[in-house]
Nanobody, 121 residues
Framework: QLQLVESGGGLVHPGGSLRLSCTAS????????MGWYRQTPGKERDLLTS???????NYRDSAKGRFTISIDNAKNTVLLQMNNLKPEDTAVYYC???????????????WGQGTQVTVSS
């Protein structure tokens, strides 16, 4: 069984910073990609940013220049550094990953539990 455990959410003022962390645990053969989605009530869960194990990144336009995703393969951890946070960044942030777990036959998708980020004055 594989788990994605998130941490780092909380309440910040506009312009503040926050760092989210997501660690995959389990008998991992290979991590293909890790990334972050976000969702607000009544809206779809949208991909914000992702990264491959070799470091290739993708960002939604709204995150470019403010958010930075990184991966530590040795720790099976993806980080999301969020700077200059805005009220519209308020959402539940979900870690997501494509991972090959030993005992399965290939690449599968997994979700973290979600962590609340609130940006408010």
């Amino acid at each position: 069984q594989l788990q994605l455990v998130e941490s780092g959410g909380g309440l910040v003022h506009p312009g503040g910073s926050l760092r989210l962390s997501c660690t995959a645990s389990g008998d991992i053969v290979h991590i293909y990609t890790m990334g972050w989605y976000r969702q607000t009530p009544g809206k779809e869960r949208d991909l914000l940013t992702s990264i491959t194990s070799d470091g290739n990144t993708n960002y939604r336009d709204s995150a470019k220049g403010r958010f930075t995703i990184s991966i530590d393969n040795a720790k099976n951890t993806v980080l999301l550094q969020m700077n200059n946070l805005k009220p519209e960044d308020t959402a539940v942030y979900y870690c997501n990953a494509d991972i090959w777990v030993r005992g399965t036959w290939g690449r599968r998708n997994y979700w973290g539990q979600g962590t609340q980020v609130t940006v408010s004055s």
